[in-house]
């Protein structure tokens, strides 16, 4: 998609925003500053800056969750995980996304972004059962960053975990989801909490109501222009392949604050891509939509009626957000599947090993958004049971076995076997279920098709789990 459209409609934006005529709605912000009382020099109300800063956060520690070399630096190497997740007094290098040849990045350091920002403090901390031992959702992430050390490249062969991107998808969910949905979207569009009849704290130059509403958009990860781009634009600039794409404003730099495409914002493009889906558009009009109507109240509190769209809006959000990651689940559930016909299949002892790896890396995608799910404002009841019992706290392992617990210092244990074929059907009766229960239409890698002959085949397996 050129970028020349964009940067004229951006004119026509702002040029329409501040001369106080009606919002063109093809862009997240500039908006007029509301706040009454204030006497600064900002003229644009927008701040998001500490959501795109935990974002960048998150793909650090990430990077950093593949760099164990298998325990040699692994007290070196949790350390510094651990103050990309819980913070640090000294500023922190961006370690993903960076610069690369032909897409340039304008910050280098988080602080460019928000000082003082962690992932701790924003993380879900209630019960998370789909990870052994009656952990909550932070400990969870803990046990995960001290494994990650340990392990050779963030990979754990014995037990069929890729921390990375456990780590990666997980956070997606207990951080930037459940604090939108479970929070901005949610409490805190109650009449009585940051009204928008005054300042968010003091000498800001945006409203309580319209600061919620900004923070909860910076943690869905979309470009503010994402609107105006294809579903194979924004997932381009998410990977750094298009800089047309990016560039908003046409200065050669990609800004990540406005211009970069994160987390459940990338994932919504990749879902859209199949064209069976508009994820990202629904959810970004719905921000809009939302911080249009704020703004329109031109610093006054809301009225019922207008706090009562707003939630609709925030309603749509939150349900089109929570059909992306089931999408994910659902692909990766059906590379497991596939993944695992490779192992069982393949030629000789370095092909096999290949196809673990992938195998471990897609499995790992695959719980680490079923958790993330399982992060958010919705109590999936016995649709995550049944989730988390198919899926089981690792994938089937080389030797068969599976992780059932950890022991009190935290070590996996594994008395448990279940056959390769048995964990096919599971990931199959996974994907028929996220069918059911989130009505998602993309439904990428769907191998649901080979559910009834599977049955079959197994109508006389012995390989079902046991002790």
């Not at 990375?164 to 207990?174: P, W, Y």
């Not at 105006?228 to 560039?247: G, H, P, W």
Request: glycine share 10%; hydrophobic share 40%.
């Amino acid at each position: 998609m050129s970028k020349h459209p964009f940067k004229l409609t951006t004119c026509l934006v702002a040029t329409a925003l501040f001369s106080g005529a009606a919002f063109a709605g093809d862009t997240y912000g500039p908006y007029p500053v509301t706040v009454k009382t204030y006497d600064g020099d900002k003229t644009n109300s927008v701040s998001y800056g500490g959501q795109i800063a935990r974002h960048v956060l998150s793909d650090s520690l990430k990077r950093l969750a593949g760099t164990g070399n298998g325990g040699a630096n692994a007290a070196e190497l949790e350390a510094k995980m651990l103050s990309y997740f819980n913070g640090s007094d000294q500023d922190l290098e961006i370690l993903a996304p960076t610069a690369k040849d032909g897409f340039p990045i304008r910050q280098t350091m988080v602080g460019e972004l928000s000082g003082g920002k962690n992932i701790a403090g924003k993380f879900y901390d209630g019960a998370m059962p789909a990870w052994p031992g009656n952990l909550t959702g932070k400990e969870v992430l803990l046990h995960m960053i001290a494994k990650a050390a340990q392990a050779e490249g963030g990979f754990d062969a014995t037990h069929g975990y890729d921390y990375a991107q456990l780590i990666s998808k997980f956070t997606m969910g207990a951080m930037a989801y459940n604090q939108a949905v479970d929070n901005y979207l949610d409490e805190k569009l109650d009449a009585g909490v940051k009204p928008n009849g005054t300042a968010y704290k003091d000498g800001a130059p945006y409203t309580g109501k319209e600061h919620v509403w900004d923070e909860a958009f910076g943690y869905f990860g979309a470009a503010a222009h994402s609107l105006l781009l294809s579903a194979e634009d924004n997932y381009a600039t998410s990977k750094r392949k298009s800089l047309e794409a990016a560039d908003a404003n046409g200065d050669g730099i990609v800004d990540l604050k406005s211009e970069m495409v994160f987390a459940g914002a990338y994932y919504a493009a990749g879902a859209d891509k199949s064209g069976k889906t508009a994820y990202m558009q629904t959810i970004m009009r719905a921000f809009i939509d939302g911080r249009e109507l704020i703004t329109s109240a031109n610093g006054e509190d809301l009225s019922e009626a207008q706090r009562q769209q707003l939630k609709a809006y925030a309603a749509t959000i939150a349900d089109n957000w929570e059909k992306v990651f089931a999408e994910a689940a659902f692909k990766y559930a059906g590379s497991v599947y596939k993944d695992i016909t490779a192992i069982t299949t393949a030629a000789d002892d370095e092909a096999r090993a290949k196809a673990y790896r992938a195998y471990v890396k897609h499995w790992s995608e695959m719980k680490g958004f079923v958790m993330a799910l399982q992060s958010g404002k919705n109590n999936l009841g016995r649709t995550a049971v049944h989730l988390n019992r198919l899926i089981g706290f690792s994938p089937v392992t080389l030797d068969e076995t599976i992780v059932s617990g950890i022991d009190a210092d935290g070590n996996f244990i594994k008395d448990r076997k279940l056959s390769w074929n048995s964990y096919q059907l599971h990931m199959l009766r996974v994907q028929e279920l996220l069918i059911k229960n989130f009505a998602i239409e993309a439904r990428a890698k769907d191998a649901t098709a080979e559910l009834a002959g599977l049955v079959d085949s197994l109508s006389n397996d012995g390989g079902a789990e046991s002790d």
